[in-house]
């Protein structure tokens, strides 16, 4: 059972290169959601879906876009990298409906520095 | 909207001392309070939750939690730290539907031999 699993883990892109950051669920799970550690401001809330189909936006979602086509993957989209985005990006996911506290289940992230 | 802060973003202990971890929230809403553990490169795990109930809350590594609704506070404690607990320790909220998650600045615990 691999958990949530992110891929890559490391990445370097230049100002105006655009990116896909993969994430991939096998446990099943509705909800999956993408955030960004920045040191001192904790984790903060990019996008989240609560099924295939469906996302939505969170805390800080300009400058990426999501898509949620399976149960199974949800991944992050950077059109135009910014050095503003800069990061550490974990995806984390876990059930919904009458789940809705249960805690999420994180990936190992992925370090991205843009030039 | 819910946010948390965590009031310490340093806290060295001496091993086998016991430590507290300060979070308080705020929110117009009942939410659900955890806390979140995270070692060097890895991703985040749970150490404990509150729901509801007891306003005790135990979980895993001996650690253990308070909700105070009157304070609006959520501390973690542990009675005695091992330097395996050395890590950076992240409170966090959410509303009852659970979508949105709102978390802490974090606090780095270091356990000194």
């Known amino acids: 059972n691999a958990g949530v699993t992110q891929t890559p883990k490391f990445q370097v892109l230049k100002t105006g290169q655009s990116m896909t950051l993969q994430c991939a669920q096998d446990m099943n799970h509705e909800y999956m959601s993408w955030y960004r550690q920045d040191p001192g401001m904790g984790l903060r809330l990019i996008h989240y879906?609560?099924?295939?189909?469906?996302?939505d936006q969170g805390e800080v979602p300009n400058g990426y876009n999501v898509s949620r086509s399976t149960t199974e993957d949800f991944p992050l989209r950077l059109l135009s990298a910014a050095p503003s985005q800069t990061s550490v990006y974990f995806c984390?996911?876990?059930?919904?409906?009458?789940?809705?506290?249960?805690?999420?289940?994180f990936g190992d992230g992925t370090r991205l520095s843009i030039l | 909207a819910q946010s948390v802060t965590q009031l310490d973003s340093q806290v060295p202990v001496f091993e086998e001392a016991p430590v507290e971890l300060r979070c308080n929230y705020s929110?117009?809403?009942?939410?659900?309070l955890f806390w979140y553990v995270q070692y060097p490169n890895q991703g985040l795990q749970l150490l404990l939750k509150y729901l509801s109930g007891s306003t005790l809350v135990k979980g895993i590594n001996g650690f253990e939690a308070e909700f105070n609704k009157s304070q609006t506070s959520f501390h973690l404690r542990k009675p005695s730290v091992h330097i395996s607990d050395t890590a950076e320790y992240f409170c966090a909220v959410s509303d009852r539907a659970g979508n949105q998650f709102y978390f802490g600045t974090g606090t780095s615990l270091t356990v000194i031999p």
């Open positions: 929110s117009s809403v009942s939410v659900y």
């Open positions: 984390a996911s876990r059930l919904t409906g009458g789940y809705s506290n249960q805690p999420q289940h």
């Open positions: 879906s609560v099924g295939a189909g469906i996302t």
